[in-house]
């Protein structure tokens, strides 16, 4: 199945092709796709999109999900010894 159709399936409600979405994102380092899953109520593309932060060392990225209440985020960020309101 092509992302397209993914994509198609996920806004119709699919849990599974947003799983399926998510485990590609993670698999590509697709940040921005991780962004936009979250943005829809994923709460998998949101621990996806911590933990790539978290690898790529994206401060910035960890600081703004933070922000919006992701305590994931603020815990890697506390880890890193970083101040999670920047």
């Given amino acids: 199945m092509d992302e397209l159709e993914l994509r198609d ?3 119709a409600g699919d849990s599974d092709a947003i799983g399926e979405l998510v485990q590609l994102a993670g698999e590509r380092g ?8 979250t943005a829809a109520g994923s709460a998998d593309a949101a621990a996806e999109l911590v933990q ?9 990225e960890l600081r703004r999900l933070a922000s919006t209440g992701n305590s994931d ?3 890697v960020l506390l880890e890193l010894d970083e101040d999670p309101a920047g």
């Fill in 52 to 60: 790539l932060a978290a690898e790529l060392g994206d401060l910035s």
């Fill in 73 to 75: 985020a603020a815990d």
């Fill in 9 to 11: 399936r996920a806004l």
């Fill in 30 to 37: 697709d940040l921005d796709l991780l962004r936009e899953l």
